[in-house]
């Protein structure tokens, strides 16, 4: 990806992941007529780096919004899914986007997949990588690692209202 972008010196891309947290999400089944009233994780894109995801079993309920549509992503066996986050899309000025995405309950059977987060340290700064943006405006502003989660924290979890509030108007 560094190389792609002309970033020269990788670390600054890798400075990204330099921490990690996992979730094991369970999805219990829920029965006619609820399950298309019910959501199992509202649309958010995540405010990490790079998530890394498993889904346990083919059950599908991982839903990817593409052109404004909710599109299925049907589980391949012990794949991961790589899923590009807010700080990605931070630090490449908005040239890589994060995905919005949600889950949704399936009426017959449970689901399960389990989520590795990467992110950055604390003490370091979110912002468009001087490499990417050259003599371009930057599209994000920067911020602390600290106040980028305190901004995550105190947003209410719907679509990708984090990266409006990211954004340099």
């Known amino acids: 990806m560094a190389g792609?972008?002309?970033?020269?010196?990788?670390?600054?891309?890798?400075r990204l992941a330099a921490t990690q947290a996992m979730r094991m999400n369970y999805y219990p089944r829920c029965?006619?007529?609820?399950?298309?009233r019910v959501l199992?994780?509202?649309p958010h894109s995540d405010a990490t780096g790079l998530t890394l995801l498993l889904q346990v079993g083919s059950v599908p309920g991982l839903q990817i919004r593409r052109n404004g549509r909710w599109l299925p992503v049907t589980p391949l066996p012990g794949a991961l899914l790589a899923?590009?986050?807010d700080v990605v899309e931070v630090f490449t000025s908005g040239k890589y986007k994060s995905v919005e995405h949600r889950a949704v309950v399936n009426p017959r059977q449970e689901r399960m997949s389990i989520a590795a987060f990467h992110s950055g340290k604390y003490g370091t700064t979110y912002g468009p990588l001087e490499d990417v943006v050259r003599d371009q405006e930057p599209h994000y502003r920067s911020v602390s690692v600290e106040d980028f989660y305190k901004l995550?924290?105190?947003t209410k979890l719907d679509?990708?209202?984090?990266?409006?509030?990211?954004?340099?108007?």
Do not use: F, Q
């Not at 792609?4 to 890798?14: A, C, E, F």
């Not at 029965?31 to 298309?36: C, G, L, T, V």
């Not at 679509?159 to 108007?169: E, L, R, T, Y």
């Open 152 to 154: 995550v924290v105190s």
């Open 31 to 36: 029965p006619e007529p609820h399950a298309d």
């Open 159 to 169: 679509g990708k209202k984090i990266m409006d509030a990211m954004k340099i108007s």
């Open 83 to 85: 899923n590009v986050g």
């Open 40 to 42: 199992g994780l509202s």
């Open 4 to 14: 792609n972008l002309g970033v020269r010196d990788p670390s600054d891309m890798t």
